[in-house]
C-alpha cells in the first residue's frame, strides 16, 4: 500500500485546512484507514480514523472541529481541519492498517499562526 499525503500549508488560527491522502495497491474500502500527527518534541498521535463499515474514532482534542472521509472511488482519505488552532501545529501523517501491518505516508506540515 502507497500513500500520499498533501494539502498542509500555513493558516492562521481560527481557518481551515483540507489534508488529502491518495492511496494505490489497496482499496481504502477494506483497510483502517487514519491521520495522524507529531509535533516538535511529542509523540505521534492519532488524530482520526476510519474503519472498513465507516465507523469513525477522534482524537478529544480534535472531536467536533475534524472530520474524516473516504472517496471509495477515488481512493483516496481526506481529513478536514476547522477551527484550527495553533495547538494544532504538527506534521501530519495518513497511515493504513492492512494485511496487519501498518502503512505511512509522507508527512505533510501544517502550521497554525496565532
Known amino acids: 500500500v502507497q500513500l500520499q499525503a498533501s494539502g498542509g500549508g500555513l493558516v492562521q488560527a481560527g481557518g481551515s485546512l483540507r489534508l488529502s491522502c491518495a492511496a494505490s495497491?489497496?482499496?481504502?474500502?477494506?483497510?483502517?484507514v487514519g491521520w495522524y500527527r507529531q509535533a516538535p518534541g511529542k509523540q505521534r498521535e492519532l488524530v482520526a480514523r476510519?474503519?472498513?463499515?465507516?465507523?469513525?474514532d477522534y482524537a478529544d482534542s480534535v472531536k467536533g472541529r475534524f472530520t474524516i472521509s473516504r472517496d471509495i472511488a477515488k481512493n483516496t482519505v481526506d481529513l478536514q481541519m476547522s477551527s484550527l488552532k495553533p495547538d494544532d501545529t504538527a506534521v501530519y501523517y495518513c497511515n493504513a492498517f492492512k494485511y496487519g501491518r501498518d502503512f505511512w505516508g509522507q508527512g505533510t506540515l501544517v502550521t497554525v499562526s496565532s
Open positions: 495497491g489497496s482499496p481504502v474500502r477494506g483497510s483502517i
Open positions: 476510519m474503519y472498513g463499515g465507516g465507523s469513525t
